[in-house]
């Protein structure tokens, strides 16, 4: 297990939930990239991947909270994108 990666993990973990909230009160998702957040995606998937293959921890739990909610905000990106 890496202190190391969860400590990233965790740290981008904190950040979703936030721009979640502001696009939930707000409604506005200008700015945000779709293609962006679908390469975190990925990359979150290739690192749930390597843990699963190689190297089982609790820190997929990390991931796995990260991917859910890049992808809620992928989500509320398509939802509210068409409003101006």
């Known amino acids: 297990m890496s202190y190391l990666e969860a400590g990233m993990l965790i740290c981008f973990g904190i950040s979703w939930p936030i721009s979640i909230a502001k696009s939930l009160r707000t409604r506005i998702v200008e700015g945000k990239s779709p293609l962006f957040m679908s390469i975190l995606s990925l990359g979150y998937m290739f690192g749930i991947l390597h843990k699963v293959r190689y190297s089982l921890d ?26 101006k």
């Not at 739990?61 to 939802?79: C, E, H, P, Q, S």
């Open 58 to 83: 609790w820190v997929i739990a990390l991931y796995a909270f990260n991917l859910v909610m890049v992808l809620i905000d992928l989500a509320l990106y398509y939802r509210f994108r068409t409003r």
